[in-house]
């Protein structure tokens, strides 16, 4: 099935146009066929051209590079979790494997943007944790003690200084943590098509309908064309499971998100001038705000297990009106059509907040499920499964090898069947905070 995204994105509208766009139209064959141009796969690409520069190099997309999940999620890059599970004293040792690999994504994020020198509104100034509701100050501190224990520097912050921070009277208990980045997503992956290397040919629009393994080859079939490659690494995070890739291990669920025009000079000064800031929900399906560097309010507070390969219009204007009142709640001041623009997305999860990364067959490897943490982890894990691909080892493949690995999922229809009721209870409780 063919993905279809909206065009609304304010991340992605904000760049020029591409005119470089091309569509496969003949077969080929290939020494590493790379499926999925996100961070992952732009990730794989570029090493696999450092290590292999003799090697002929395919990229593929179904739709426009860059611009699935890796342009259109809201812009963190986090440094540690709260919602994954592995907060709890029992998986402390899940959870330092866990921030371990976000340090690391931070690092490849940081070397990338060094060597290349890109622009993409890097803000290093941590994010907030938060709720509306006292009564989450248990769960605060509880977070806040394993923050400190492990040595990441955090607050603990009342409604007060909360108001001061973000320019708005709704959060009554939150944690500062300094160590989360918060950017320009559609930029740094714009950058990444931008300086592929010459020897990577990158075809988009261009969906994988099946593959298979041919003796010591996989033969990939699109449309009206076939790749047969030598090695195969598939990077489609939220789209795994319908390639029929580790398809019992994870799953993608829907998120959609808006974002205000710039507030006027008036209606900036009235919210107190904040500089800019991001907060994540203290509960799950709470909602992710952004104030960004130009004045603009992003929300994303929908999050859905539905046909991830489209929203149509309507539900995206049902999806909105959720949006407007979110930030209504919120900056009550501010009147209620500023909404500029609205889009979907796709994240994959797995059943216990753990990422994919494996060689599943001689010539066949396998990165994504970041759980809505993608912009480091996912390029990380590209340049990582890039290594494992040529065959080479590191320091990064020894750790990532060690994280808690994705657990099976229940056969139909009761993966179906807890999904949806594990959504509801989560909306439920967090229906305060959206």
């Given at each position: 099935m063919k993905v279809i995204n909206d065009n609304c994105c304010t991340w992605i509208k904000q760049l020029t146009a591409r005119d470089n766009v091309k569509s496969l139209r003949h077969d080929l064959h290939c020494d590493y066929l790379i499926?999925?141009?996100?961070?992952?796969?732009?990730?794989?690409?570029?090493?696999?051209?450092?290590i292999s520069k003799a090697k002929k190099i395919v990229v593929v997309d179904a739709q426009l590079a860059g611009e699935g999940g890796s342009a259109r999620n809201s812009g963190y890059l986090v440094d540690t979790t709260l919602n994954d599970g592995f907060t709890s004293i029992s998986d402390i040792e899940n959870y330092k494997k866990k921030v371990k690999i976000f340090e690391l994504g931070i690092k490849s994020i940081k070397k990338y943007i060094r060597e290349h020198q890109v622009e993409c509104e890097w803000n290093e100034c941590g994010k907030?944790?938060?709720s509306s509701l006292i009564k989450d100050?248990?769960?605060?501190?509880?977070?806040?003690?394993?923050?400190?224990?492990?040595?990441?520097?955090?607050?603990?912050?009342?409604?007060?200084?909360?108001?001061q921070k973000l320019g708005t009277s709704f959060y009554n208990i939150g944690v500062y943590t300094s160590g989360g980045i918060l950017l320009n997503p559609a930029k740094l992956v714009r950058s990444m098509i931008d300086s592929l290397p010459e020897n990577i040919d990158l075809f988009e629009n261009s969906e994988?309908?099946?593959?298979?393994?041919?003796?010591?080859?996989?033969?990939?079939?699109?449309?009206?064309?076939?790749?047969?490659?030598?090695?195969?690494?598939?990077?489609?995070?939220?789209f795994l499971k319908s390639l029929k890739v580790k398809k019992n291990y994870s799953f993608p669920i829907t998120l959609t998100a808006s974002m205000t025009r710039p507030l006027t000079d008036k209606e900036f000064i009235n919210i107190?001038?904040?500089?800019?800031?991001?907060?994540?929900?203290?509960?799950?399906?709470g909602a992710t705000i952004r104030m960004t560097k130009d004045r603009r309010i992003l929300i994303r507070n929908t999050a859905e297990f539905k046909n991830p390969f489209s929203m149509n219009p309507k539900n995206l204007r049902d999806r909105a009106k959720i949006h407007e009142k979110g930030i209504q709640k919120r900056f009550p001041s501010l009147p209620k059509n500023i909404i500029q623009d609205s889009w979907s997305g796709v994240v994959c999860r797995s059943g216990n907040s753990s990422q994919i990364f494996e060689k599943i067959d001689n010539n066949v490897f396998v990165a994504g499920c970041y759980n809505g943490s993608g912009i480091g982890v996912g390029t990380l894990f590209g340049e990582q499964i890039a290594l494992m691909?040529?065959?080479?080892?590191?320091?990064?493949?020894?750790?990532?090898?060690?994280?808690?690995k994705p657990n099976l999922l229940p056969p139909q229809p009761f993966l179906n069947?807890?999904?949806?009721?594990?959504?509801?209870?989560e909306r439920f409780r967090a229906r305060t905070e959206i």
């Open positions: 499926i999925g141009a996100g961070y992952t796969g732009l990730s794989a690409a570029r090493k696999l051209s450092e907030f944790f938060a100050r248990a769960k605060a501190t509880s977070f806040s003690n394993l923050l400190t224990n492990l040595g990441f520097k955090n607050k603990i912050l009342f409604n007060e200084d909360l108001k994988l309908l099946n593959w298979k393994k041919i003796n010591k080859k996989v033969e990939c079939v699109f449309a009206k064309n076939k790749i047969i490659s030598d090695k195969v690494i598939f990077c489609t995070n939220g107190g001038s904040p500089k800019e800031w991001g907060v994540l929900p203290i509960r799950p399906m691909a040529s065959e080479q080892q590191s320091e990064e493949i020894s750790i990532l090898e060690k994280r808690k069947i807890g999904i949806y009721s594990k959504l509801a209870y």
